[in-house]
Each structure stands twice: as C-alpha cells, then as structure tokens.
C-alpha cells in the first residue's frame, strides 16, 4: 500500500513539473525596451541623412561619468550601436566622410570636446566588437551646457544654408554637435548636366538660369549664382539669363557691369519676336538700371 502511495506521489509531481514547463514557456512575454528605438531623418541640400539609435532615460541616475564614463568608448545610445546613413559624401568637421552606414560612437572627456566616432562596422551590440581599425572618421566635438535637462538622449538635425547643417547628440545638460557640410556646387552641376542630356543646345541655357536664379537668393552663394549665370549667357542670348545676370551682379555691388547686362538684357529682348519674359519685364529692368546709375555717379 505504500510503496502504491509513493507511485502515485511521483506520479503527481512528474506531472505537476511538466504542467509548470508549459505555464513558463507561455510566459516569455515580449516587453517594451527600457531605451525605445528611435530614428530621425533630414535632407540638406542634396544630401539625405537618417539616424537610427535607442533612447536611454536619465531615471534618477548621474550620466556623465556614472553611466556613460568619462575617457571610454560609448554607443552614443543604447542596445545596438547607433547608425548614421549619408547619401553622398560630406565634410564632418572639415573631414572628408564618404557616403555610406556608419556606426557612431563617442568618447566623452572631462574637457569641452568629445572624440566623435564613424565606425565602418554597422552590424554591432553596444561596444563588444568595436575594432578601432574600422574607423573611418575621428574628429573632435565642442560639447555645450544646456539651460534645460534632456530627460532622454535623442538627436537633432538642422540645416544652417543649402550646403551646411548641424548634427547634434543631446542628453541631460550636454549637447555635442558636429558641423556637416555637402558639396551642393558639384551636385548642383551634376543635376544640370542630367537634365540637359535630354535638352537641345538652344535650351540648355535655361538650367544655367534657373540654377543661378535659385542661389542668387542667398547671400552667400552670388558667386555660385554668377558662374552659372556666366555660363548661361555664355550659351545662349537671351532677355531672361541677361536680367538674373545683371541682378547678380548688383547684388555683388558691381552696378557698372549689371547696367551692361541689363542692357544686353533689353537687347536681346527686343530682337525676339513676341519675347514674353521682355514684354512683362520690361519696364521693370528699366527702372533698375535708372536706380543703378545713381550708386555709379561720383
């Protein structure tokens, strides 16, 4: 009778272990990461930047030198290295950085700059199987106090001019930034000469004008803008091309040669048979060159 008892006992147990193996088994719940995958993605220029990173919280700890330590090598997150894509090539501080994934890490110092990381080795866990030979681009990084604390590191991105704009890694009081700049002159003629393959040659000037209009608006770029209006006229003699010109050239301060282009401008114009661009403009370019005589007189 007992020895009957004793087999009933194991009996229960076997099935109550094996009852328990299939409870814990169903219970491997997927939660949500404590530092939430995020990505941010922006253009400037030509030039497309996305970046993919987790967000770590402060949650009460200190970070700098606590968590993140001083003199070491960090993720720049958390969970999997952080990745930054280029579309094409850019400058990264004055650096040459070819287009391409990277995975980014930082080295954080005591002092105002950081030592940022662009690592070839896009396929990483954290720092495990970082391999400094790897490294495309180290350059050094002002760090900045901020008035008001990030209470999760995330990035920012934003375009300063057509060609230029800031990456910047914000968490707690610190903000690090990087300077990227594209190389918007060589994309822009590399657009025009797309477009112009499939253009007549008594038509190409128009893309030089257009260019040139475009990044005439901006200050900084006139001598851009007047080496395409140069070789916009320089194809092709037109009322349009003549006047972006001559615009150009005022807002360079060279009133004397505007009046001269604006009056080739005029030229041009009256010799092309029903010249739409002229009959609505014409008016308009006269009145400026009458402006512009005045800054020429002593």
């Not at 080795?121 to 199987?129: A, L």
């Not at 990084?141 to 604390?149: E, H, K, M």
């Not at 070789?231 to 972006?244: G, H, P, Q, V």
Request: with cysteine; aromatic share 14%; hydrophobic share 40%.
């Amino acid at each position: 009778m007992w020895q009957g008892v004793n087999l009933f006992s194991w009996i229960s147990l076997l099935f109550f272990v094996s009852c328990s193996s299939v409870v814990y088994s169903q219970a491997d719940v997927a939660l949500p990461r404590m530092s939430p995958s995020a990505r941010i993605s922006f253009s400037i220029g030509f030039t497309d930047i996305d970046i993919s990173y987790s967000s770590p919280a402060i949650r009460n700890r200190a970070v700098w030198g606590n968590i993140v330590p001083y003199n070491q090598l960090w993720r720049a997150g958390a969970n999997e290295a952080t990745v930054i894509t280029f579309s094409e090539d850019v400058k990264i501080n004055d650096q040459l950085l070819a287009a391409g994934s990277y995975s980014f890490f930082v080295i954080p110092h005591r002092d105002g700059f950081w030592t940022a990381i662009f690592n070839r080795d896009t396929e990483q866990w954290g720092v495990r199987r970082y391999d400094e030979s790897k490294d495309a681009l180290r350059v050094k990084a002002p760090v900045d106090t901020l008035c008001d604390r990030e209470e999760r590191l995330h990035y920012y991105i934003s375009d300063n001019s057509l060609d230029q704009g800031t990456l910047c890694l914000r968490w707690e009081h610190r903000q690090m930034c990087l300077t990227i700049t594209t190389f918007l002159e060589e994309q822009l003629r590399k657009k025009i000469a797309e477009t112009n393959s499939s253009m007549s040659l008594d038509s190409s000037w128009m893309t030089f004008a257009e260019v040139a209009e475009f990044l005439s608006s901006s200050p900084q770029y006139l001598d851009w803008a007047l080496s395409f209006a140069l070789e916009s006229t320089a194809r092709y003699d037109a009322c349009r091309n003549w006047w972006i010109r001559a615009q150009i050239e005022a807002r360079k301060g060279d009133y004397p040669t505007a009046i001269k282009s604006a009056t080739r401008s005029l030229d041009s114009g009256k010799s092309t048979a029903d010249d739409a661009f002229y009959n609505n403009q014409e008016q308009i370019i006269r009145e400026q060159i009458s402006e512009w005589s005045r800054y020429t007189k002593g």
